[in-house]
T-cell receptor
Framework: DGGITQSPKYLFRKEGQNVTLSCEQNLNHDAMYWYRQDPGQGLRLIYYSQIVNDFQKGDIAEGYSVSREKKESFPLTVTSAQKNPTAFYLC?????????????FGQGTRLTVV | AQSVTQPDIHITVSEGASLELRCNYSYGATPYLFWYVQSPGQGLQLLLKYFSGDTLVQGIKGFEAEFKRSQSSFNLRKPSVHWSDAAEYFCAVGANNAGNMLTFGGGTRLMVKP
């Protein structure tokens, strides 16, 4: 079955650590996205990528980094510079480079700072 | 830049009652509009989408939405709510450019009384 896989489902990070969240899709989508979700705040865009080896900052990119070395993969690193990383992180993909195509979402990763 | 407002943070309805969730958008051209549903701790599932044509769109699980350009609205409706509809609902607008990113509203949490 085609879809988007995020791992791990739960992740715990100590203060000062970098952690990487995995996102893999087998939908042959060009575009991939990372959103952060906090209670009562909806979804906010962190980074997006329209094509391999290219990505752009979203609204809240500070303290995060990404790479897009393969079409299928778009990992997100939460760095120690992110002061409040505890949140639910959602990865999405879409056909991209087109108008109005919907995004498909993974099941999310819940990151907690301990 | 586009924006989406969902005026109701929480809504409680009785099982079997009708439902309407409000969504207002701001966008300079014809928008591409979506409704997603999220169960606790899960990703987002697409309920329905509007790209063009008939302004009343049908979705999954018995939901429908009506695009009203004059009111900049895209309200979600269901004639009879089931207990399994309890979830969080997000309205989103898509940018009609190659970026194709979605901007989300803050969400409406639906609770269903027996």
């Amino acid at each position: 079955d085609g879809g988007i896989t995020q791992s791990p489902k739960y992740l715990f990070r100590k203060e000062g650590q970098n952690v990487t969240l995995s996102c893999e899709q087998n939908l042959n989508h060009d575009a991939m996205y990372w959103y952060r979700q906090d209670p009562g705040q909806g979804l906010r865009l962190i980074y997006y990528s329209q094509i391999v080896n290219d990505f752009q900052k979203g609204d809240i990119a500070e303290g995060y980094s990404v790479s897009r070395e393969k079409k299928e993969s778009f990992p997100l690193t939460v760095t120690s510079a992110q002061k409040n990383p505890t949140a639910f992180y959602l990865c999405a993909s879409s056909k991209g480079r087109g108008w109005g195509t919907e995004a498909f979402f993974g099941q999310g990763t819940r990151l907690t700072v301990v | 830049a586009q924006s989406v407002t969902q005026p109701d943070i929480h809504i409680t309805v009785s099982e079997g009652a009708s439902l309407e969730l409000r969504c207002n958008y701001s966008y300079g051209a014809t928008p591409y509009l979506f409704w997603y549903v999220q169960s606790p701790g899960q990703g987002l599932q697409l309920l329905l989408k509007y790209f063009s044509g008939d302004t009343l769109v049908q979705g999954i699980k018995g939901f429908e939405a009506e695009f009203k350009r004059s009111q900049s609205s895209f309200n979600l409706r269901k004639p009879s709510v089931h207990w399994s509809d309890a979830a969080e609902y997000f309205c989103a607008v898509g940018a009609n450019n190659a970026g194709n990113m979605l901007t989300f509203g803050g969400g409406t949490r639906l609770m269903v009384k027996p």
